[in-house]
T-cell receptor, first 113, second 113 residues
Framework: NAGVTQTPKFQVLKTGQSMTLQCAQD?????MYWYRQDPGMGLRLIYYSASEGTTDKGEVPNGYNVSRLNKREFSLRLESAAPSQTSVYFC????????????FGSGTRLTVV | DQQVKQNSPSLSVQEGRISILNCDYT??????FLWYKKYPAEGPTFLIS?????DKNEDGRFTVFLNKSAKHLSLHIVPSQPGDSAVYFCAPGGETSGSRLTFGEGTQLTVNP
């Protein structure tokens, strides 16, 4: 049982380049999320998808776009990468009931130079 | 507006002693309060949760206490083990936050042998 799978695990981009971070879950969860983790700032929500076909902005959406391709997959796109987007990105999914929490992927470490 | 605050960036304890991690929040409408544990190069993993209608929840060596009047949450680990060394995030959520979790900044716990 893979849970939440993120690809790639590591990436280095030049300023202005674009890329898509992929996320897939095999738990039949309705809700999916993208977070970024920066030192001293915890996990900040970028975008989320409460169900297939819907997406909404989180706390720090600027510079990102998302696509909920189907129930399993939720991708995060950086159209023109900036050094401020250097971070560790985590994808998560949930059944929707807060008491059960989220299941996270292992993360993508992105460096923009 | 930081709704969730973990004021101690780090905590160091001796093996076998108690570890107490603290979390303060401002939103009195949170319904659930979760703790996540994160090892380096891995995604956060769910540790323990408590509903707003309770003041204590215990799971083995881990106990979470909720003081709603003080808007304060704490995680007790007894006895602490070196394998508990990780970053701990508190993450409350509720209907008023769109049924999404809000993460604190995290506390790095180091348990010394």
């Amino acid at each position: 049982n893979a849970g939440v799978t993120q690809t790639p695990k590591f990436q280095v981009l030049k300023t202005g380049q674009s890329m898509t971070l992929q996320c897939a879950q095999d738990m039949n969860h309705n809700s999916m999320y993208w977070y970024r983790q920066d030192p001293g700032m915890g996990l900040r929500l970028i975008y989320y998808s409460a169900s297939e076909g819907t997406t909404d902005k989180g706390e720090v959406p600027n510079g990102y776009n998302v696509s909920r391709l189907n129930k399993r997959e939720f991708s995060l796109r950086l159209e023109s990468a900036a050094p401020s987007q250097t971070s560790v990105y985590f994808c998560a999914s949930s059944e929707g009931h807060l008491g059960y929490g989220y299941t996270f992927g292992s993360g993508t470490r992105l460096t923009v130079v | 507006d930081q709704q969730v605050k973990q004021n101690s960036p780090s905590l160091s304890v001796q093996e076998g002693r108690i570890s107490i991690l603290n979390c303060d929040y401002t939103n009195s409408m949170f319904d659930y309060f979760l703790w996540y544990k994160k090892y380096p190069a891995e995604g956060p993993t769910f540790l323990i949760s408590i509903s707003s209608i309770k003041d204590k929840n215990e799971d083995g060596r881990f106990t979470v206490f909720l003081n709603k009047s003080a808007k304060h949450l704490s995680l007790h680990i007894v006895p602490s083990q070196p394998g508990d060394s990780a970053v701990y995030f508190c993450a409350p959520g509720g209907e008023t936050s769109g049924s999404r979790l809000t993460f604190g900044e995290g506390t790095q716990l180091t348990v010394n042998p």
